[in-house]
């Protein structure tokens, strides 16, 4: 049974204007930046008034970091189901690919923004603060793993590995690529996993 069979027909409209109101504020932050996002924005993408919007997050820092939120919930909820048979390069890539694709459709990277006040502001997140630890933990382990398996290369310190992993989630190659090539989506996604893991050499 999922989560709405068990509200009132009165807490799913909740649950799912609330849905939508992370649904526009991930379109705006994705295209404004945190910034420039205002909160009449968002209300003005749900088609709600701004006291409506309220009645779900009482702020901006709320709102973004419930979005960052349900974002990481999402790559942790991925990860649970890959296939225990793939190596552990094998579900980094995966969970790339995820990335990529999400950001592809519209959605946040893991890394949402380089400003010290958005990176302040979301450290203040206990909510947040714990899904990232748990996320990274995970990540880490699989660089770990693959280093210790020779996919990935043991010379190299983990955490060298695993914040370059977490930058080719906000790649800005990614949006020229949507915009300035003529490539699909399924290209730009391969190609971005090939220079991710593989660099510039030539595929052997």
Same mark, same amino acid.
């Given at each position: ?8 027909? #009165?807490?799913?409209?909740? #649950? ?48 973004? @970091? ?22 552990? #390069? ?16 519209? @959605? ?32 880490? #382990? ?63």
């Amino acid at each position: 049974m999922s989560i709405f069979g068990k509200l009132s027909f #009165k807490d799913q409209a909740f #649950k799912l204007r609330e849905n939508a109101i992370l649904d526009a504020a991930t379109s705006v932050l994705g295209s404004k930046g945190y910034d420039l996002m205002t909160m009449d924005d968002v209300a003005g993408a749900v088609g709600i008034s701004k006291p409506s919007l309220y009645k779900h997050f009482k702020s901006k820092e709320e709102l973004v @970091g419930e979005a960052l939120i349900r974002l990481i919930d999402g790559a942790i909820d991925y990860l649970a189901q890959l296939d225990d048979g793939l190596t552990p #390069k094998g579900k980094l890539a995966a969970l790339l690919e995820w990335a990529l694709r999400v950001r592809l459709d519209g @959605g946040l990277p893991f890394l949402p923004s380089t400003s010290a006040h958005v990176r302040d502001m979301l450290m203040r997140n206990l909510k947040y603060v714990t899904r990232v630890l748990k996320l990274n933990g995970q990540i880490e #382990k699989l660089v770990l793993a693959a280093q210790k398996n020779g996919s990935l290369d043991a010379s190299l310190p983990s955490d060298v590995i695993l914040f370059s992993y977490y930058a080719r989630t906000c790649d800005p190659a990614v949006e020229y690529l949507q915009q300035f090539s003529k490539m699909k989506n399924d290209d730009i996604v391969r190609h971005m996993l090939q220079v991710s893991f593989d660099g510039f050499s030539p595929q052997r």
